[in-house]
């Protein structure tokens, strides 16, 4: 897990070695509320996933009206039904390559679209503390948001996104599973 976590943040690193002289990189940083549909068996069974907090980090490149990010996520469920020993938990990593559109400014806001794809893995933890293996899928993203200019390099970032993993197995049972999420982020993106 380590090794995994310092290999996503030499990714991100990274993309800030070089910098194309029309380009401006920035990092930006989130925090928020993730709201997950259940996972929905094909045995009809549907696993119900609490609301929970959820972080983001990402740097990349702004073209213009155009952006391209690096993305990191992380994000935490409780869940208590179909377990056997009680309460369990299953979280989410994602690592995605990000596009945005950003619309004019107006007053310091300007709105924009976004859709990014790339891979999500998935852990479940029961109540004993039992870690069962991890699995890697594709996943896509879209949604929308609002960037306020606050300074000439630090802007707030109000947005929704979508996030849709392909069909997977469910952890424990090895049943095909499918599974979406919701989230509202508030954050702060800093140009270099």
Known sequence: ?????????????SCLGATPVFAAPYVSVFSGMGFPGDREFVNGVNMKLDNDPLLNGAC???????RVEAAIGYEKHN????TPNGKADIS?????????????????MAPYLMAGSGILSTDVHDA???????????????????????ASHVTFDFGYRYLKPSTGKG??????????G???????RYEL
């Open 92 to 108: 989410f990593r994602t690592l995605m390559a990000n596009g945005y559109y950003n619309f004019d400014a107006l007053f310091g």
């Open 171 to 180: 952890v424990a049972n090895g049943l095909d599973v499918n599974w979406e």
């Open 60 to 66: 990349g490149y702004k073209f213009g009206t155009l």
């Open 128 to 150: 004993t503390g039992t870690r069962y293996d991890t699995q890697h899928n594709f996943a896509w993203q879209a949604g929308a948001g609002m960037g306020i200019k606050a």
């Open 1 to 13: 897990m380590k090794k995994i976590k310092t290999n996503l943040l030499a990714v991100l690193l």
């Open 79 to 82: 869940f208590s039904n179909g």
């Open 182 to 188: 919701h989230s509202i982020l508030a954050g702060i």
